[in-house]
């Protein structure tokens, strides 16, 4: 019984130290740049300057289904499978749009590359692009995401945006910030493109 106690300390004690490592790595990963623009009780609108993305399109229509697959497709391209074998570093967060006609997810590029300096895809599905200066909603939520809290979430930001006026328009998106081993401090986010215009 006395083993049994020691070895399980020592497990408990070994999953505690990796969960803070987990923290401090994340924390010192680069994200997506963004300024808050105002704050709402529940939600805040943010503006997103361009940045440049690597995305892939898929058929799936659910979360369970896209974000295990689109992970290792795009991972594989940062990590070497490019035409120049180049390491490319990870961002945060990983963004997936989700509805039943097309859906994709993305990696953030870090802020130093460009869709000129970034090396080829080997993978054909990837697609290389920069997006345009936006606005968006974004509500905050912890925990791990699933298909459920998902459509909570984006339920309940649209709900708040129409309390407060605010048009939004297409799909939402899905922003996660954490690996999946990662159980303690978890950051997901839901966003909507709005129509704003500075107070």
Known sequence: ???FLIILTI??????VFQFVMLITINKTEKQKYTVVRRYKGFEIRFYPS????TIHSDAKTYKDLSNPGFRILAGYIFGGNETGAKISMTSPVQMELNDSSSTMSFVMP??????????????????????DEYVAAIKFGGFASDRILKFHSEKLQRL?????????????????????????RRNEIILSVDWKEK
């Not at 130093?112 to 993978?123: C, R």
């Not at 328009?169 to 999946?180: A, D, S, V």
């Open 11 to 16: 497990i408990i004690t070994g999953i505690v």
């Open 161 to 185: 945006l129409k309390e407060k006026e605010i048009t939004s328009q297409g799909h939402y998106r899905y922003l996660g910030y954490n690996p999946p081993f990662q159980f303690i401090g």
């Open 1 to 3: 019984m006395k083993t």
């Open 51 to 54: 940045a440049t993305l690597a």
């Open 111 to 132: 802020a130093a590359y460009q869709t000129e300096n970034l090396p080829k895809p080997k993978d054909p599905g990837i697609v290389l692009k920069k997006t345009n």
